[in-house]
DNA sequence: GCAAAAGTGTTCGTTTTACACCCATGT
DNA sequence: ACATGGGTGTAAAACGAACACTTTTGC
């Protein structure tokens, strides 16, 4: 009933069979955005079986038509080490993706299907994450000269499962949205009502009425009024708001009574 | 960055780094139950090192006093075969537990802190499933003699983090039960109002208003009058309700309009 | 006839929706 | 002066909360 493990030639000793793939949400005028990581053709070769014999290959073309591309685009991930919290490397991912660190970070599910990856069996954790596009080009690191934002309308073509874990997040982010106060991470720290409310809008995919937008956040108290403006703009410049953290961590809290829809 | 693995001494192969463990609900008259399940104190002392040290297992029962005990409860779960997927290894479970299929069966999320199991690394991943109380009994199968049922509020010290993957079942599942007509699948196939009524007080933990309740249920063209009533009580006999599969299947896809709360 | 649960409507306050015009700024 | 987005209030409808009495049945 088990495996013994005879082997490994790393320091760090990782779980073969459990990965994590972050979802990472960005914002800006063009809506709502997803770093995407280009993945080596060499790493994706070594996955396969040393000696796959033609037939085995034409199968994982087959099935994984996305490997005829030239470029394969994937979420970023990685194989969990196996002295470290499932958590804790998850942020580690996104920290060593984007440079951040205190983002929010919330787990989307366990994916688990048999075919998922070819040739070996990896369950993946999905996590997604919002963040704020102040900080967007901090650390675009090392390891992350391969990382591309996309569109969430104009998706490439992602390998594995990783079309689904970003539509799954898509949900979570969606109920998350209507009764959490989490839209927020994904702007500027000083923001327009538009700003938020489009960010409301593009999640849930659908248009509100400004004015009844603008009542449930005033009845919130979450919003505090910096006292700056929009600088020149062609029309009237609108305030600027951030948002109180204290208030904010309340409603964490308290699951809240607030609802946005 | 691998691991090899040199020895297997069975037909199933398993993921050791990965389980599976389910919260089995079930509900009568004296509220919300769940199923769990007693271990084996042999199968415990074989997940030590063969040659613990007095320290070490000094440290392990400072870390995990449950193990003091006698007997030892624990959500049913167990490692994931190599070769099955996620989903049907948690309906494989549940089979074995219960010995029904087709039941209501998510997933919570997966649990990985480092040092949830002692010894060694596994990840394990959270399900939870409502189950009707007119089949408790078909199969209490050869696999379950180790199970009992426990009242949710006065469950025994269990082992692992299982305490708190209950917990996170009865928070998906309060969620899950105000926007989808989930809570049925608690019920025998006929009910009375009173009963779904009760189902959700028990989950939400408040009580509700008769009335208020039955409209809202009205509104949802969800139960339908199945001509019977209660037998044999001594007072005004109720209705006995089922529900109308196909606007259950309409209602569990298209969102939900409605709210129970 | 009485104990025990079933069943049923109305009122009131709150929340949600729908909707249109003037304002400030840069060009 | 005009184009552009910023900012604001009110009325009608829908919804949620609170509340009490009559009915049916077995004993």
């Known amino acids: 009933m088990e495996y013994y493990i005879c082997n490994k030639r790393q320091f760090t000793m990782i779980l073969n069979s459990v990965s994590v793939d972050c979802v990472i949400f960005g914002f800006d005028k063009s809506g709502l955005r997803v770093l995407l990581n280009q993945i080596d053709k060499d790493v994706l070769r070594r996955t396969l079986p040393a000696q796959a014999s033609s037939e085995q290959i034409r199968q994982l073309y087959e099935k994984h038509p996305v490997f005829l591309n030239d470029i394969v685009w994937s979420l970023f991930g990685g194989h969990v080490p196996e002295a470290q919290d499932l958590d804790e490397f998850a942020k580690e991912l996104l920290f060593q993706a984007t440079g951040l660190n205190d983002v929010f970070l919330q787990q989307i599910r366990a994916f688990g299907s048999l075919q998922r990856v070819p040739y070996t069996r990896v369950i993946t954790v999905g996590y997604y994450s919002l963040i704020n596009p102040d900080y967007y080009h901090l650390k675009q690191s090392n390891l992350a000269k391969s990382l591309q934002w996309f569109n969430l309308n104009e998706l490439p073509v992602l390998c594995f499962d990783h079309e689904q874990i970003i539509q799954e997040a898509l949900i979570k982010l969606r ?20 700003e938020i409310q489009s960010v409301y809008e593009v999640i849930l995919n659908k248009k509100m009425d400004t004015r009844n937008f603008r009542k449930k956040l005033a009845k919130m108290n979450l919003l505090v009024d910096s006292g700056e403006k929009q600088q020149k703009v062609a029309h009237r410049a609108a305030k600027l708001y951030q948002f109180d953290i204290q208030v904010y961590q309340k409603l964490k809290e308290e699951g809240l009574n607030f609802r946005i829809e």
Not at 175 to 194: A, I
């Open 175 to 194: 109920q998350e949205v209507m009764y959490h106060p989490v839209g927020f991470h994904l702007l500027p720290d000083k923001f327009r009502l538009t």
